[in-house]
Nanobody, 125 residues
Framework: QVQLVESGGGSVQSGGSLRLSCAAS????????MGWFRQAPGKEREGVAS???????MYADAIKGRFTISQDNAKDTMYLQMNNLEPGDTAIYYC???????????????????WGQGTQVTVSS
């Protein structure tokens, strides 16, 4: 069983930066991908970015050029560097892992099976 714990959320003004972390423990070495997702109030959860075991990344169009996903395999930790934040980025951010062989091809939520509890990001204008 994989356990995921997110941290690094907070409140910033528009244009600010935050770095989210996702620490994984348990049966982690079988995961093919890790990803970040977010859910804003009244909206469905959506994919933000993912990274596979080869370091290949995928980003949602809404955050391309502003967010960077990375991982430290030695620490079993994934990061999301978020720059130039906008009020529309306000959401709870979740990390997740996937065993699916197609997880590197899509940010579809159904591909990801283990989820953290989330961390709140609030961006004010």
């Amino acid at each position: 069983q994989v356990q995921l714990v997110e941290s690094g959320g907070g409140s910033v003004q528009s244009g600010g930066s935050l770095r989210l972390s996702c620490a994984a423990s348990g049966y982690t070495y079988s995961s093919r991908c890790m990803g970040w997702f977010r859910q804003a109030p009244g909206k469905e959860r959506e994919g933000v970015a993912s990274i596979d075991t080869n370091g290949r990344t995928m980003y949602a169009d809404a955050i391309k050029g502003r967010f960077t996903i990375s991982q430290d395999n030695a620490k079993d930790t994934m990061y999301l560097q978020m720059n130039n934040l906008e009020p529309g980025d306000t959401a709870i951010y979740y990390c997740a892992t996937s065993l699916h062989p197609l997880c590197g091809e899509s940010l579809a939520i159904w591909l990801f099976g283990h989820w953290g509890q989330g961390t709140q990001v609030t961006v004010s204008s």
